[in-house]
Every structure is written in structure tokens, then in C-alpha cells.
Nanobody, 120 residues
């Protein structure tokens, strides 16, 4: 099993910055896993924000390119999301997801989410 815990959300003014962290624990250290951030705004579907492979390859949603940066520390099994130039439309619950390869296929593990509110 894998446990996923996010931290770092909060209230920030438009144009401000926040840094989210997500720590994964359990049977994960040796796996070629993918870690990422997703978000869900009220009344909307959950959407991908950014993902990063163990080797450091990244993919971003078009809406956050140039403003958000995803990174990870493999030794700590931790992924970060640096969010700059935040906009009100970035307001959402942000979820961390870890995808781990297993004999039967990929399995995803989710955190409980952290609220990010961008408002003046």
C-alpha cells in the first residue's frame, strides 16, 4: 500500500504564490512511479495540473504552463508544486496522485486534497 499526504494549501491574493508538497510513503521507493497534481473546482470535474516521472519528465495543463512548476525529490518520495502568478480561476482542491506499476498493471493512489483559494 501507498499513503499520500498533501500540505501547503491556503488563501492567497491574485498574483501571489504558494508551494504545495506531497509525501508518499509505503512500498514506493523502488518503483518507477509517476507523481502528479490534479485539481477540482466547485461544480467542475477533476483535471490534471502537472505530472512528473521518476526520471524527471514533466507534463503540464495548458492553463498553468509558465506559472506552475512541478518537481520531485526521489530520496524523500516527495513531489512539489510551485504555483506563481496565481489567478482566481486556480481556486480548487488540489490532489496529489501517485501511479505505481504493479504486476497486474498501474495502480493510482490519491491524497485527501488541500484547498487553494485565490481571492482578494
Amino acid at each position: 500500500q501507498v499513503q499520500v499526504v498533501e500540505s501547503g494549501g491556503g488563501l492567497v491574493q491574485p498574483g501571489g504564490s504558494l508551494r504545495l508538497s506531497c509525501a508518499a510513503s509505503g512500498n514506493i521507493s523502488s518503483s518507477n512511479n509517476i507523481m502528479g497534481w490534479y485539481r477540482q473546482a466547485p461544480g467542475k470535474q477533476r483535471e490534471l495540473v502537472a505530472v512528473i516521472t521518476r526520471g524527471g519528465s514533466t507534463n503540464y495543463a495548458d492553463s498553468v504552463k509558465g506559472r506552475f512548476t512541478i518537481s520531485r525529490d526521489n530520496a524523500k518520495n516527495t513531489v512539489y508544486l510551485q504555483m506563481n502568478s496565481l489567478k482566481p480561476e486556480d481556486t480548487a482542491v488540489y490532489y496529489c496522485r501517485v501511479d505505481r506499476p504493479e504486476p497486474a498493471g498501474w495502480t493510482d493512489y490519491w491524497g485527501q486534497g488541500t484547498q487553494v483559494t485565490v481571492s482578494s
